[in-house]
């Protein structure tokens, strides 16, 4: 009867302690992903909304500004909110990544506490994350109302003209991860926010 006892017991421990060990995976990753959104938050608090040399702009009916202008290969070089619509850094994304506030790429960190590197001695960026960015126009009257990128509003007798580059953006960063066991990777976390016009 002892031994029933003691058995149950200890599988009820090692139960506790698998279920304790997902648990505390899952927050590590949470508080991870979570943190790599707030990078992407701030590194867009230094931009302005759209380009500071093309702006944005209807050309002989042409939207000319919006997303990312020739010569922005690397993730310094985005200088403007719009520039990050559908851009993906890390894990097979449009650029290495995930990058931090500044723009550059988080680097991995091995067992030791150093930066791990690779054959050639280049940094390699932290594994297996990646931050999706969607930017859209929004209705500066509802935040829920998503407009197009070449939408100007015309003046009525209620609401007055907004032209195509005066209105509120929605920012949404989503941090996925992908394990070496996952076939596609995992939406962690999402944040969304909003660029005052």
Request: charged share 20%; glycine share 8%; proline share 5%.
């Amino acid at each position: 009867m002892a031994l029933t006892i003691v058995g149950v017991g200890v599988l009820a421990f090692v139960d506790a302690q698998t279920a304790f060990t997902r648990s505390n995976a899952w927050s590590s990753q949470s508080a991870t992903a979570m943190l790599l959104a707030n990078e992407v938050r701030e590194f867009t608090r230094k931009l302005s909304r759209h380009d500071p040399v093309t702006g944005l702009e209807i050309r002989n009916g042409v939207l000319i500004g919006w997303g990312m202008e020739n010569g922005e290969v690397d993730a310094t070089d985005i200088d403007d909110v719009d520039d990050l619509d559908g851009v993906t850094f890390g894990n097979g994304g449009t650029f290495e990544g995930p990058i931090d506030a500044e723009g550059n790429v988080i680097p991995s960190i091995n067992i030791n506490g150093d930066i791990q590197t690779d054959t050639n001695d280049d940094v390699v960026p932290l594994q297996g994350w990646r931050q999706r960015v969607v930017v859209e126009k929004v209705d500066p009257y509802n935040f829920l109302t998503v407009r197009a990128d070449s939408y100007q509003q015309a003046a009525t007798a209620v609401l007055p003209f907004i032209p195509v580059n005066s209105f509120p953006l929605r920012v949404t960063v989503i941090v996925e991860y992908q394990s070496l066991t996952d076939v596609n990777p995992q939406e962690v976390t999402r944040l969304t926010f909003i660029v005052p016009r």
